[in-house]
């Protein structure tokens, strides 16, 4: 049905209502298939079935070298180390590459590569987007928790918990204070005048981006009308979107509580004592400050410039989200220095600002904080459905509620002292193991990772539009396996990773090349070309350069030659820190890292569940012609002189081993040999360009 053109395709589906349509299998609960017989691993027992059905097998097992790269790689995102190769080629124990894979899941590495395609999901960015593209200081904190969440294994239904509500489950805990982060990374143009429009979009986005990263559907399709294909109305869209009526962006303390208490009252006792000499200032500034800010104040409606002359305790909860995006703009504006006063005056406030340097000591350093979202109170602005999806056409209102197909309630929400628990009531609905949509969406996105490609290739559309599951029977397994464990993530890459499927080799065979083409049996591995962040990790990793330093601040590698000296991106002083791995380099929505770029990584402004991989000219023309990678390339000259000195032979082995994780075949080395001998530049040259070779390889770009 799927190959029927749309139109007509909509006709089928309105005349046969009754029938089961393609895409509602996603929304019925899943079930628990018995595994079919013939191998003793379930992954397996359900592939070779189908496989069989289809006259055809596994390709051969991969080679250990071939098998350790891409496990490697699959799990870290980094090349193994000639050490680790030789010791599991060394080891002939039956268990030898299971040992492999637990010690690779036990590896701080792994939370690192599981986290980026998390944080593509997360639309995650440190800045705002938009003209502006103002940073945002803090945002690093919720990559960390991601980090730190895979690396720890934490139960897949509370990580999701905690990232849609936190701060009502756990207000006190500030280890998860970084969490709501997800809710917070929509795009934002901070300096729009039109608010309400502001927070339409602002709410479309949290929306949007959940639906899309847990549950897998594109829930946006039902903003302006009853979803065409799958079954959720314009009434579930909004509904849905009830539970973020409330949102209200903040800025959560990581400090211990006992820490952040004595911060307090430090604060306290120094405002006390300097409380009347800052009186005394900001009534000299207090003029020159609201000149400034009436001219940013008129940019304004009326409407919504009135709002900020509301006490913040008078204000309905709808007012106090629009006015604390007008005042952040006016109060923003509102700028003063002492150049602007003359005489007396100027004189009497430098002598007051002597008297409060005084105190300097006494003011505590503000403490850390995560960007993260709460409500703006126990009680949330009224949700409309929009007609036509438009913020200025209300219709109904509407309360919080789940989509109707799978459980058609009204949410039931426990408000507390300073949030309307409604988040929380959705993350404990879509975190529920008997939610058909939540372990399916989650396992299918593991396999892409693993597999390149997920069971449901559509890994952010389970629906009639979406691709249907090459194996239903696997996928309900794997999801019933998954909740089972605990949530486990790694258990479920482990089983994956130990499965014959994955450990086949990548060479394919006439037979199954005209049966199945597109791999979709999986009859053999499949090859996967690294993405930018793995590419230049790998670099940097075969160079001996990279700083594996985890966690913190994001870094500011070079630019290219071209880009270089462009706003908001000044490279990182210490080379130490330029050489972090890529999961740590800033994510700036308006100026994204260009290697990152080249090879395909998402922009960040929206969600993004699947990378698609190009092959262009200009991905070419930088690893043959950037001085960012001539400079890994000397990089990893030097570390090969300095780890065989002159002796040809053994910078040849060494650098094949590094790049390619394999010794050079006899032919390799023969004429690899002669290329040193016969370069016309000094040792140190001939081996940079032998080694920016071997960068280019499409054997180094790929993983079999």
Known sequence: MRFLPLALLLVVVRLAPAAELPGEWAYKPATKPAVPKGSAHPVDAFLLAKLEAAKLGYSPPAAKAALLRRVTFDLTGLPPTPAELAAFEKDTSPTAYEKVVDRLLASSHFGERVAVWWLDLARYAESDGFKADAARPTAWRYRDYVIDSFNTDKPYDRFLREQLAADEIAPNDPTVAAATGFLRHYPDESNAVNLEQRRQEILNDITDTTAAAFLGITLGCAKCHDHKTDPVSQDDYYRMQAFFAGFWPSDRPVLPPQQQAAWEAKTAAWEAKTAAVRKQMAEIEEPFREKASKKERSRFDEDYAKLIDIPFADRTPWQKQIAEMCEKQVVGAR????????????????????????????????????????????????????????????????????????????????????????????????????????????????????????????????????????????????????TASGWSVKHVYRLLVTSAAYRQAAEGSPDGASVDPENDLLWHAPRKRLDGESLRDAMLAVCGVLNEKAGGPSVFPELPTELKGTGGWTPSASAADRNRRSVYVAVKRNLRYPFFTLFDAPDRSETCSRRFVTTTAPQSLMLLNDTIVLDFAKTFAARLQKDAGDDQAKIVDRAFRLALSRPPTADERDRTTKFLAAHPGTSGEAVADLCHALLNLNEFLYVD
């Open 335 to 482: 700028k003063f220095t002492p150049t602007q006063m003359k005489g007396e005056q100027k004189t009497k406030w430098e002598g007051m600002q002597k008297q409060l340097a005084e105190h300097a000591k006494e003011k505590p350093t503000a403490p850390p904080t995560a960007m993260a979202m709460t409500d703006v109170g126990p009680v949330a602005p009224p949700q409309y459905k929009l007609k036509r999806g438009d913020w200025r056409k209300k219709g109904d209102e509407l309360d919080p509620g789940f989509i109707s197909s799978i459980d058609d309630r009204d949410a039931e929400v426990k408000p507390t002292a300073t949030s309307t628990g409604r988040r929380t009531a959705l993350a404990n609905w879509i975190a529920d193991a008997k939610n058909p949509l939540t372990a399916r969406v989650m396992v299918n996105r593991v396999w892409q990772h693993v597999f390149e490609r997920g069971l449901v290739a559509t890994t952010s559309d389970f629906g009639l539009t979406g691709e249907k599951p090459t194996h239903p029977e696997l996928l309900d397994w794997l999801a019933n396996d998954f």
